[in-house]
């Protein structure tokens, strides 16, 4: 089993960044895929981007050019940088973990308990 805290969240300036983390304990972090999700209020869970145990990469078209996904398995630590926040990116912001890279919420089995953003206009 993997548990996952999110932490980094907060309220933010429109166009302004944040940096968000997820840290991993329990079973090997580097064995997983990684990935953020987030969910806004009333909306589906929509995913952002996702990480392979060696670095690969997948975005969503709305994370593309303005949002990175990173991992550092010395830290079992997975980043999201976010810039040029805008207020349609308030939600509640979500790691996961499975075993393979996907966009799919059902192929990651553990998750983070989700960390809020609130983009200020």
């Known amino acids: 089993q993997v548990r996952m805290v999110e932490s980094g969240g907060g309220l933010v300036q429109d166009g302004g960044s944040l940096r968000l983390s997820c840290a991993a304990s329990?079973?090997?972090?580097?064995?997983?895929?990684m990935a953020w999700f987030r969910q806004a209020p009333g909306k589906e869970r929509e995913f952002l981007a996702t990480?392979?145990?060696?670095?690969?990469?997948i975005y969503a078209d709305s994370a593309k050019g303005r949002f990175a996904i990173s991992r550092d398995n010395a830290k079992d630590t997975v980043y999201l940088q976010m810039n040029n926040l805008k207020p349609e990116d308030t939600a509640v912001y979500f790691c996961?973990?499975?075993?393979?890279?996907?966009?799919?919420?059902?192929?990651?089995?553990?998750w983070g308990q989700g960390t809020q953003v609130t983009v200020s206009s």
């Open positions: 996961a973990a499975g075993p393979l890279t996907s966009v799919r919420t059902t192929q990651y089995a553990y």
């Open positions: 329990g079973r090997s972090f580097s064995s997983y895929a």
């Open positions: 990480i392979s145990r060696t670095g690969g990469t």
